[in-house]
């Protein structure tokens, strides 16, 4: 880098010159210049940089005071319908407003209070036979259920009072359970608890204890969940009693299948469920319960992944457990295998559901469905799977008819099924 120096009617100019042959100029100003510059500064300059140096503190000042600080933060906050509808993207639209981290944890702890007292935790006892020796033991097992009632209803997974899974150990039996316990928020009272109803299909059961003026959860809405909004689980978290966790809405209307191949429809969460939180509530911002939670995955390079039954899917079961003690599906009464191409082509089928078996005095004997039928189409709609047939047959009540397209002899027919109760 060269620099050169050169005096012109008092102004000196400062030439630079850098490696890669760029010059850059610069100059300073003569004494006499100078000294007209020192006066403007005294008499303009320097007032002004004092009130900016005053309006700082007065501003800093009132930072330390809550209301007011809240009064500014919130002049800076960008409205929401401040926004541009007509932008290519959503971007626009995200909602910028100030949060402060101690707001945050008042909603936690607000969430927390509101939600404790309806959620209780539950320890129930097994009976554990060994198929070799046929010797009898004892086992007992954790969990939490959610207070639906103020007389004494509680609503909790199946796979909690009701441990006998194909997912057991393949060397013993567990059987019902023998006893089922409660514990109460704030309360050390056990409490014996009487299985109302179970439910394997959608892993939800019922169960009461014999107390009056209990704190019934508030119920929100699952099906306005939405993917990363704020969410807590809430539970008997190995068996330690009341905890709570809390994370966000990782995904909603998730497809998952449990170790006895049951189906669900759920919400996704990073909160941490572990073992003992089943049965337990996953609630939102305002303390409303959307969900129960049920399942997690667990493994090398699993980290926050579990499962809650959406609120609005349990209402029905858990009204026809009390009412029945058993929930009251429709039935066909078939056993099936699915037909895809190529086992179409080796069988001179067509694709479907070959009929297998014809349950005795069922509705598709009634029906006049037989074995080596092949069901094609299920109230218009092409099905391939057994699945596919239950979701439409679920979707009816009993009594209700089902409308049904049967390949038989190479021919196709139609065929109206009456629904009934399953046994």
Do not use: W
Not at 86 to 93: Q, R, V
Not at 200 to 223: H, W, Y
Not at 228 to 250: K, Q
Not at 397 to 405: E, N, P, S, W
Request: aromatic share 6%; glycine share 10%; net charge negative.
């Amino acid at each position: 880098m060269d620099e050169n120096n050169q005096e012109k009617n008092g102004t000196v100019f400062k030439s630079v010159t850098v490696d890669n042959g760029t010059t850059y100029r610069s100059f300073n100003t003569s004494k006499k210049e100078s000294q007209r510059k020192t006066g403007f500064g005294k008499t303009v300059a320097l007032p002004f940089l004092c009130g900016v140096l005053g309006a700082g503190i007065v501003v800093g000042s009132c930072f330390g005071i809550p209301s007011v600080r809240n009064t500014l933060l919130s002049s800076l906050v960008i409205p929401n319908d401040s926004t541009n509808s007509s932008s290519p993207t959503n971007l626009d639209n995200i909602n910028t407003k100030l949060i402060s981290l101690s707001g945050f944890s008042d909603t936690s702890v607000a969430v927390a209070q509101k939600v404790k007292p309806s959620i209780v935790g539950i320890s129930v006892e097994y009976s554990v036979n060994s198929i070799f020796n046929r010797s009898s033991t004892s086992a007992k097992a954790e969990g939490s259920g959610v207070i639906i009632s103020t007389d004494g209803y509680i609503l909790t997974n199946n796979h909690v009072v009701n441990s006998s899974s194909s997912s057991s150990s393949a060397y013993y039996e567990i059987e019902k359970a023998n006893k089922v316990t409660v514990k109460l928020y704030n309360d050390n009272t056990e409490y014996e608890a009487k299985i109302i109803g179970t439910d394997q299909q959608t892993d939800l059961a019922v169960i009461k204890i014999e107390k009056t003026d209990l704190i019934a959860a508030e119920l929100g809405d699952s099906s306005s969940v939405q993917v990363g909004e704020f969410c807590m689980a809430v539970g008997n978290a190995l068996g330690l009693g009341d905890s709570v966790t809390s994370g966000i809405i990782s995904a909603v209307n998730r497809e998952v299948t449990d170790s006895d191949n049951n189906k669900y429809t759920a919400i996704q969460t990073d909160a941490a469920i572990n073992s003992g939180n089943s049965g337990g509530a996953l609630v939102n911002s305002k303390g409303q319960v959307i969900g129960i939670n049920t399942l997690k995955i667990a493994g090398n390079g699993v980290e926050g992944i579990g499962f809650a039954i959406p609120i609005n899917s349990t209402k029905d079961i858990y009204e026809q457990l009390i009412q029945y003690n058993k929930v009251k599906r429709p039935y066909v009464g078939i056993g099936g295998i699915e037909l895809d191409e190529s086992m179409a082509q080796r069988y001179d089928l067509v694709v479907g559901v070959y009929v297998k078996t014809v349950d005795d005095f069922s509705a598709a004997e009634k029906a006049g469905l037989r074995v080596g039928d092949v069901i094609t189409e299920v109230e218009g709609t092409k099905i391939t799977t057994m699945d596919k047939l239950n979701e439409i047959k679920n979707t009816k009540a009993i009594g209700d008819t089902l409308k049904l397209k049967v390949y038989r002899d190479g021919k196709t027919k139609d065929i109206t099924v009456t629904l009934q109760e399953q046994p």
